[in-house]
Structure formats: C-alpha cells, structure tokens
C-alpha cells in the first residue's frame, strides 16, 4: 500500500515518532511531581497490592512496561518479586535506577521500544505490568499478543489505562516545567501518537487477546485498571 508522504508506519505523523523519546525525557524531570497527589501513591498501592495478592510459590518475574521512572517496578520490586522495567525514554531509566538504588532495590532497566519488539524469550514473565502506557501503543492487539507470549501460560496481566475523560493531574504545586511540559500533549495527540480507550473497547480488547478479567476498578481520577489471566 502506498503511504502518504510524511506519514509514519502507523498513519502518525513520522516526526514526531521520532520526536516521542525526547518528549518523554523531557517529561522525565517532573514525571513523580505526580507522587505529590495522594490519589496517584493510592491508586499505584492499590494497584499493586491488587496484583501481589496473586503471586503463588516462587512465580516472581516481573516485567513493567513503559516503567518510566520506576513507580512500579518499585513497589513491585519491594514486594519482593525480581523486576525488570523496559523504557525508550533514557532519562526516565535514569531516574529510575537512581531511585532503585536509593532503596537498595535490585531492579534492572533496560532501553526498549515497545512498539518495535519485546526482546524476551516465550514465557519469560510470570506477571506483567502495564501502567499509563497503553495509550501510546501503536498496534494494541498485536502489543498484547506479544505479552501473552513473553508471559507463562496463565500469567497474571495488570492494565492501568487513563481514561479519555482525565483532563489534567497537574498537582498545585508542579513545577513551572511540568506545566509547560503538560502542554505538549495535545500536539502528540493531534499526531496520533497518544489513543486512549473506553473502558468498553479496553475490555473488547483484552477478551480479543484471550486475556480473562479477574478484577476491575475505576480510581478517583477515572484512570482504569484491569487484573487479567492469560490463556493456558
Ligand atoms: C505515562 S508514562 C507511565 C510511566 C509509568 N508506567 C508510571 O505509571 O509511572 C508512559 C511511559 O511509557 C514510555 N513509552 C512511551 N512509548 C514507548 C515506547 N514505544 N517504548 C518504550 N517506552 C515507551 C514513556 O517513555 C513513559 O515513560
């Protein structure tokens, strides 16, 4: 099929496929202002709590992606389960060992885009974590097809979907940076390199990809998450 000039792979702009790193180090620098609000360190305990329940004899791998900072693989990692976080944005991992290390957490974090492949061998990861990120998948059923197959059979799946209805988690008291930061946004939606999805197409989506619902909530800002079980 010919493609129209400038277009990327996936009908995106193909500049600001290029630009997404350099948008997300960018974000890097003020990403856990977002630890100031009670409602996010509520919904990511909450989360992971959610999730830690599941955990059985010694099944601990873990693979978060999209770790960004490391909120996550953090807490995942204090539970005692052996974490792996995958990131394109070098300044987020930065961040993130820094903070790992700080908690004398041995987490590792590597630089992966997603979006081209996830270098792991079938049934790597007993669990996998997905928190803020769906929305800048390109290929969603192919991307969740890729993590039943780094997944062992019956892997446990945590999806933290934002929600189309989120406008804004600036705390008051952000820095001037992220404010500015914050408003690059919706020029990367505009270039359809950020989707977010109902919670009925989410829900089309992971039963599409063999993926069974265990549990479901909807935090105080709307953001969604899913606890799911792969196939056998
Ligand atoms: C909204 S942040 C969420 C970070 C973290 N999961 C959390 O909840 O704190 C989205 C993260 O996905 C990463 N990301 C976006 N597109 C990516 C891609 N194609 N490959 C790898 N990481 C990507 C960004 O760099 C960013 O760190």
Excluded at 62 to 71: F, K, Q, S, Y
Excluded at 77 to 98: N, P, T, W
Excluded at 104 to 120: G, Q, Y
């Amino acid at each position: 099929m010919k493609r129209k000039k400038g277009s990327g792979e996936d009908g995106g702009i193909r500049p600001f496929y290029r630009l997404e790193p350099a948008f997300w180090n960018i974000h890097s620098a003020t990403w856990d202002d977002k630890l100031l609000l009670p409602e996010y360190r509520e919904h990511l305990e909450a989360a992971v709590n959610w999730f830690a329940q599941y955990r059985e004899g010694d099944e601990n791998r873990v693979l978060d992606i999209g770790c960004g900072t490391g909120n996550y693989s953090i807490e995942v990692a204090r539970r005692g389960f052996q974490v792996e976080g995958i990131d394109f944005a070098s300044r987020m991992l930065k961040r993130a060992r820094a903070k790992a290390q700080r908690s004398a957490l041995k987490v590792r974090f590597s630089l992966v885009d997603f979006n081209k492949a996830l270098p792991f061998p079938s049934h790597s990861f007993h669990y996998v974590v997905c928190a803020a990120t769906l929305q800048c998948v390109k290929e969603p059923l192919r991307f969740l097809q890729k993590i039943s197959d780094v997944l062992v059979p019956s892997g446990i799946f945590l999806v933290v979907a934002i929600s189309p209805h989120l406008r804004s988690t600036i705390p008051g008291k952000a820095s001037l940076w992220r404010r500015i930061s914050w408003r690059i946004k919706p020029i990367f939606k505009a270039a359809k390199r950020i989707r977010r999805y109902r919670r009925e197409e989410l829900v089309d989506m992971l039963r599409a990809s063999r993926f069974n619902i265990l549990e479901e909530a909807t935090a105080k800002d709307q953001s969604m998450r899913f606890l799911t079980r792969s196939h056998e």
